[in-house]
């Protein structure tokens, strides 16, 4: 059962397929300053397959890449970024902030 996991723009979220059938989504707020991750969901039929962390791995991955920092007010994916830990560092929180 392998996990695609699609940033949808448009829809300001992320989509998780298996074998092509919509699994999950976990919704962002992005700016050009940091990313807000409020809400994911899967698909009861597909929880304890992976969705989830596929879809927090992902999104997580897609801020570092752009080089933002996260504010995980989500509690799945605030858990999962404890669970692991080589994430932590993306967190709002653990950024020195810089004011003028």
Do not use: K
């Not at 992320?14 to 919509?22: I, K, P």
């Not at 791995?57 to 933002?68: F, M, T, Y």
């Not at 605030?78 to 653990?94: D, F, K, S, T, V």
């Amino acid at each position: 059962m392998a996990v695609e996991v699609t940033d949808v723009a448009e829809r300001h979220r992320f989509e998780a397929t298996v074998d092509g059938r919509f699994a999950g989504y976990a919704e962002y707020i992005r700016s050009h300053t940091v990313v807000v991750y409020p809400h994911t969901e899967v698909d009861s039929s597909f929880e304890g397959h992976g969705v989830g962390g596929a879809l927090a791995r992902a999104a997580l991955d897609d801020a570092r890449e752009r080089g933002l920092p996260v504010l995980a007010t989500c509690p799945f994916i605030a858990a999962w970024m404890r669970r692991h830990p080589e994430y932590l560092e993306l967190a709002y929180q653990n950024r020195s902030q810089v004011t003028d």
